[in-house]
T-cell receptor
Framework: RKEVEQDPGPFNVPEGATVAFNCTYSNSASQSFFWYRQDCRKEPKLLMSVYSSGNEDGRFTAQLNRASQYISLLIRDSKLSDSATYLCVVTVNNAGNMLTFGGGTRLMVKP | NAGVMQNPRHLVRRRGQEARLRCSPMKGHSHVYWYRQLPEEGLKFMVYLQKENIIDESGMPKERFSAEFPKEGPSILRIQQVVRGDSAAYFC???????????FGPGTRLTVL
C-alpha cells in the first residue's frame, strides 16, 4: 500500500465548477499535511498547509480527518489557471522531516 | 532574494557516465533535501543534508548515488555509472529550519541514453 494515495484523475471540469480532491495516508504518526501544486514539468509549489480545524485560503479549502487519515482539498469557482497536478503531502516527525508525496491528481479546467 | 537554484537544468549522459547535479539553497537556508521524480510518478525523497552533514539518506539507492553539502558551495548529488532507469527529474528543496516550509528549485532533468 502506498504511503499517500490519491486518485490520479484527470478531473475535467468547466470554468466556475467546484471540484474536490481526496487523499489518504497510511502512517498514523504523520504530523504535518500539505497540498502542493505542480504545473507540467515544473517544480512543486506549496498551495496550503492543512490543519485539523480545517482552513481556507480564498477559493481553496483544506480539511484533515486524523481519525480516518484522510485529507481533502476543495476548489470553488475553478479558473483556467487552476489546471495543474495537485499533490497531497505529509511528513512524519522523524529526524529527516522529509516530505512524502502522493502521486498527484490532475485537474483540467476547460472554458 | 533568489530562490533555490539548480544546474544544469537539463543533463544528457550515456550509460556508464557520471552525472553531477548542483543545488544552491535559498539565502539563509542550511537544510537541503533532494527528491526524484520518475516519469509519470510522484516525487520520492532521497536525502536530507545540513552543512557538511548527511542527516537522513534513507531514500538513496544503495549503490552509485552519493550526496554532499560542503561548508562552502552548493550541494551536489552525484550519480556514478548512470543507467537508463536513472532518467528522471531531480528536485532540490531547502528550508531555513527542519520542519519548516521547503522551497523547491526548478529541477534538473537527467536523460540517460
Amino acid at each position: 500500500r502506498k504511503e499517500v494515495e490519491q486518485d490520479p484523475g484527470p478531473f475535467n471540469v468547466p470554468e466556475g465548477a467546484t471540484v474536490a480532491f481526496n487523499c489518504t495516508y497510511s502512517n498514523s504518526a504523520s504530523q504535518s499535511f500539505f497540498w502542493y501544486r505542480q504545473d507540467c514539468r515544473k517544480e512543486p509549489k506549496l498551495l496550503m498547509s492543512v490543519y485539523s480545524s480545517g482552513n481556507e485560503d480564498g477559493r481553496f479549502t483544506a480539511q484533515l480527518n486524523r481519525a480516518s487519515q484522510y485529507i481533502s482539498l476543495l476548489i470553488r469557482d475553478s479558473k483556467l489557471s487552476d489546471s495543474a497536478t495537485y499533490l497531497c503531502v505529509v511528513t512524519v516527525n522523524n529526524a529527516g522531516n522529509m516530505l512524502t508525496f502522493g502521486g498527484g491528481t490532475r485537474l483540467m479546467v476547460k472554458p | 532574494n533568489a530562490g533555490v537554484m539548480q544546474n544544469p537544468r537539463h543533463l544528457v549522459r550515456r550509460r556508464g557516465q557520471e552525472a553531477r547535479l548542483r543545488c544552491s539553497p535559498m539565502k539563509g537556508h542550511s537544510h537541503v533535501y533532494w527528491y526524484r521524480q520518475l516519469p509519470e510518478e510522484g516525487l520520492k525523497f532521497m536525502v536530507y543534508l545540513q552543512k557538511e552533514n548527511i542527516i537522513d539518506e534513507s531514500g538513496m539507492p544503495k549503490e552509485r548515488f552519493s550526496a554532499e553539502f560542503p561548508k562552502e558551495g552548493p550541494s551536489i548529488l552525484r550519480i556514478q555509472q548512470v543507467v537508463r532507469g536513472d532518467s528522471a527529474a531531480y528536485f532540490c528543496a531547502s528550508s531555513v529550519q527542519r520542519g519548516l516550509e521547503q522551497f523547491f528549485g526548478p529541477g534538473t532533468r537527467l536523460t540517460v541514453l
